[in-house]
C-alpha cells in the first residue's frame, strides 16, 4: 500500500488526501453537469455542495474520532489532519451532508424531491473514488482471510480481505444505475425522490455485506452498529419497494409464469386452482 503518495522531504503529500481531493471535484463537477438539465442556478448549486459536504465531513470525522477515541484522545491536530490520521464515519458523513442539503434546499425555497435526485449520482462517484483512495493508502484494512484472493499489508499480520476495494466497485455501479435511474425518473417511470429511496438501499446494502469482512467496526454490546443501522435501513426501503411496486411485481410474476408456462397452460391452471377453491 501506498500512504504517502509523494514525499518531497519538506511536504508529504498524503494518497488518501489526493484521493478526497479528486472525489470532491469529479463529484462537483458531474452535480453540475446534471443541475444543467434543471431550471435550478449553478451558484445555488455549488453553494448547497460546499456546504453539505464540509458538515457532512465534520459529523463524519467526529463520529469516527469519537468511536476511536483510544487513538485520537484529545488531541486537535489528529482530529484535523485527515490525511496523517484517515478515517472517517461514512453513516455519520451522510447523515451530515443529507440534513444541510435539506436545510439548504428549504431555505431557498427549492422542492427537495426534485432535485436530490440530480443528486445522487454525484454522490455515488464521490464514495467510488474515496473508497479507492481508502484502499490504495491503506486506510482501510479487511479481516483475516484465506481467501485467494487478498492482501498482505507492511506490518500487519496475515492476509486481507480488499474490502475498500470491493465496495469501491460496487459503488462505482451504483453510480452507473443511478445515472440511468435519474433520466427514468426525468421520463416518469419512478416518482421525484427515488434516487434517494434507491441510494439509501443500495448503500445500506453494500455496507452490510462487507462490514462482516472488516477490521475497525464499531461493536457496542456485542451488535456492529453498523450493521444495525444498515439492515435497518435496507429493510425499511425492502418493504417500501415491496408495498410501492406491488402492482409491478405482480405483472412481473405474472408474465414469466406465462413465459414459462404457456398462455393457454398459465390459464388453464389459474382455472384449475379457482375450482379447487370454490
Do not use: C
Not at 86 to 94: C, E, V
Not at 208 to 221: A, E, G, H, Q, S
Amino acid at each position: 500500500m501506498l500512504p504517502v503518495l509523494l514525499d518531497l522531504k519538506f511536504i508529504k503529500i498524503y494518497t488518501f488526501g489526493v484521493f478526497l481531493v479528486l472525489a470532491f471535484f469529479w463529484g462537483v463537477f458531474v452535480l453540475w453537469k446534471n443541475y444543467l438539465l434543471t431550471a435550478q442556478k449553478e451558484e445555488e448549486m455549488f453553494d448547497a455542495m460546499f456546504l453539505s459536504i464540509s458538515v457532512g465531513l465534520f459529523t463524519g470525522r467526529l463520529i469516527y474520532v469519537i468511536s476511536n477515541f483510544k487513538d485520537f484522545g484529545f488531541d486537535v491536530l489528529k482530529f484535523i489532519l485527515i490525511n496523517g490520521y484517515p478515517g472517517l464515519s461514512m453513516f455519520g458523513f451522510l447523515f451530515g451532508a443529507l440534513l444541510t442539503l435539506g436545510l439548504f434546499f428549504s431555505s431557498r425555497k427549492i422542492d427537495f424531491k426534485s432535485t436530490i435526485d440530480y443528486v445522487i449520482p454525484s454522490v455515488f462517484l464521490t464514495l467510488a473514488i474515496g473508497k479507492l483512495g481508502s484502499f490504495l493508502s491503506g486506510a482501510e484494512v479487511g479481516s483475516k482471510t484465506a481467501f485467494y484472493i487478498s492482501l498482505k499489508y507492511p506490518g500487519i499480520d496475515g492476509a486481507r480481505h480488499l474490502t475498500s476495494l470491493y465496495e469501491s466497485i460496487f459503488f462505482f455501479l451504483g453510480f452507473y444505475l443511478s445515472y440511468k435511474l435519474l433520466f427514468a425518473i426525468r421520463r416518469d417511470v419512478f416518482p421525484k425522490g427515488f434516487g434517494l429511496y434507491f441510494f439509501l438501499w443500495y448503500f445500506s446494502l453494500i455496507y452490510f455485506v462487507f462490514d462482516f469482512i472488516k477490521t475497525n467496526r464499531l461493536i457496542v454490546f456485542g451488535i456492529s452498529i453498523n450493521s444495525f443501522i444498515s439492515l435497518t435501513l435496507l429493510l425499511t426501503f425492502s418493504f417500501f419497494y415491496v408495498y410501492h411496486f406491488r402492482s409491478v411485481l405482480f405483472k412481473g410474476f405474472k408474465s414469466t409464469g406465462l413465459k414459462i408456462y404457456g398462455q393457454k397452460d398459465f390459464k388453464t391452471r389459474n382455472k384449475k386452482n379457482k375450482g379447487k377453491t370454490t
